[in-house]
């Protein structure tokens, strides 16, 4: 079993920053991505970043250029680092991680980033 704890998250205004952080823990896998999807109440969950094992990052289009995620610590916790924030990137944001054996995905409970004047 595997649990992701999340953190950061909150109010910021347009323009403003905020950094998301996830820590995978657990026994007995192996992490072959991670990465951040958002959702808004009655929408799809989407791709936010990802990034492999191998240092392969992905981004949504609408937010290249202003997001980056990076690994810290190891191979088990992710940053994601927004910058230059707008209003529509409201969202819960959920952290999520690609697991062996499985493959299996997990998902963390999700934490709420609200862009507003």
């Known amino acids: 079993q595997v649990q992701l704890v999340e953190s950061g998250g909150g109010l910021v205004q347009p323009g403003g920053s905020l950094r998301l952080s996830c820590a995978a823990s657990?026994?007995?896998?192996?992490?072959?991505?991670m990465g951040w999807y958002r959702q808004a109440p009655g929408k799809q969950r989407d791709l936010v970043a990802l990034?492999?094992?191998?240092?392969?990052?992905k981004y949504a289009d609408s937010v290249k250029g202003r997001f980056t995620i990076l690994r810290e610590n190891g191979k088990n916790t992710v940053v994601l680092q927004m910058n230059s924030l707008k209003p529509e990137d409201t969202d819960v944001y959920f952290c999520?991680?690609?697991?062996?054996?499985?493959?299996?995905?997990?998902w963390g409970q999700g934490t709420q980033v609200t862009v507003s004047a």
């Open positions: 999520t991680a690609g697991t062996m054996p499985g493959p299996r995905r997990y």
């Open positions: 990034i492999t094992s191998g240092d392969i990052e």
């Open positions: 657990g026994s007995g896998f192996l992490v072959y991505d």
